[in-house]
C-alpha cells in the first residue's frame, strides 16, 4: 500500500464534497483542518470542481485533496493538472484506471461485485470504493464478497453517516469510508462552516473509537 493510501487509512474517513462555487473552497478546507481532517474528496459533478482542487492544492498544501466522480480521462488530466493527489470514480472504467497508471495517480474505482472486484486485481489494485454502500448492502455484503480476496481493502461510500460509519470501521478490510454528512450542501451553502468544524471533530471521535484509540 503506497504512502497516500495509507494517510487515507490514518484519516479513517474521506470527506466526499460538493462545491457549487469556488469561492466556498477556503472557509470549507479550514473548517476541515480545525476539525481536524485534512483531507477532501471535490466530486467533478459541479463546474466549480476544478478552480476549488486547484485552489486548495496552492492554499492547503497539507491537505490531501483528490477529485470524485471521475468519468473521463480527460477529467483525470484536469484534476491532476489543477493539484489532485487521487482519483476516485463511481464505477470501475479499465480506459480511466490505465491512464492513472501512466500517470502514476492513485485511483480508487468504484466497485459492487465480486467481478468488479477481479477486474480490479487485474489492474494491480488493492483498494477499491464499495458503492453505493448502503444501497448495495452494507457490511454484511462487504464481508461476503471480500472472503475469497483476501487482498482487498474496501472504501465504502454511499449512505453512510454518524450513525454507521463505526459499524463499517470496525472492520479489518475496510480501509476508510467515504462521507458527506459532516460537508453537506446545504451547510456549505449557508456558510455554516462552524457546523462543519463541530461535525468533523465529532467523526473524528468515531474513528478514534472504532480503533480503539
Known amino acids: ?3 497516500l493510501l495509507e494517510k487515507i487509512k490514518e484519516f479513517g474517513i474521506v470527506p466526499v464534497v460538493v462545491l457549487d462555487n469556488a469561492k466556498d473552497a477556503i472557509p470549507l478546507a479550514q473548517a476541515l483542518c480545525d476539525g481536524g481532517l485534512p483531507c477532501a474528496e471535490i466530486t467533478f459533478r459541479t463546474d466549480a470542481a476544478e478552480d ?3 485552489i486548495l492544492a496552492k492554499e492547503f498544501p497539507h491537505m490531501l ?10 477529467q483525470v488530466d484536469r484534476a491532476v493538472l489543477a493539484g489532485a493527489k487521487f482519483i476516485v470514480s463511481p464505477g470501475l472504467n ?3 484506471i490505465c491512464h492513472c497508471a501512466k500517470k502514476n495517480i492513485p485511483i480508487i474505482p468504484g466497485c459492487s461485485t465480486p467481478s468488479d472486484v477481479e477486474q480490479a486485481i487485474e489492474h494491480d489494485l488493492d483498494v477499491v470504493k464499495f458503492f453505493p454502500a448502503q444501497q448495495a448492502g452494507g457490511l454484511a455484503y462487504i464481508k461476503a464478497i471480500a472472503a475469497p480476496y483476501v487482498g482487498m481493502k474496501f472504501m465504502p461510500t454511499g449512505g453512510i453517516n454518524a450513525q454507521n460509519v463505526k459499524e ?8 476508510a469510508c467515504g462521507g ?14 462552524d457546523k462543519i468544524k463541530a461535525l468533523t471533530k465529532e467523526a473524528i471521535e468515531i474513528v478514534k473509537e472504532s480503533r480503539g484509540n
Not at 463499517?168 to 480501509?175: A, G, Q, S
Not at 458527506?180 to 462552516?193: C, E, H, P, T
Open 1 to 3: 500500500m503506497n504512502q
Open 52 to 54: 476549488s482542487i486547484r
Open 65 to 74: 485533496i483528490g477529485a470524485g466522480t471521475v468519468l473521463t480521462t480527460e
Open 94 to 96: 479499465s480506459k480511466i
Open 168 to 175: 463499517y470501521l470496525t472492520y479489518d478490510r475496510v480501509l
Open 180 to 193: 458527506s454528512w459532516m460537508v453537506k450542501n446545504d451547510l456549505i451553502q449557508a456558510g455554516n462552516f
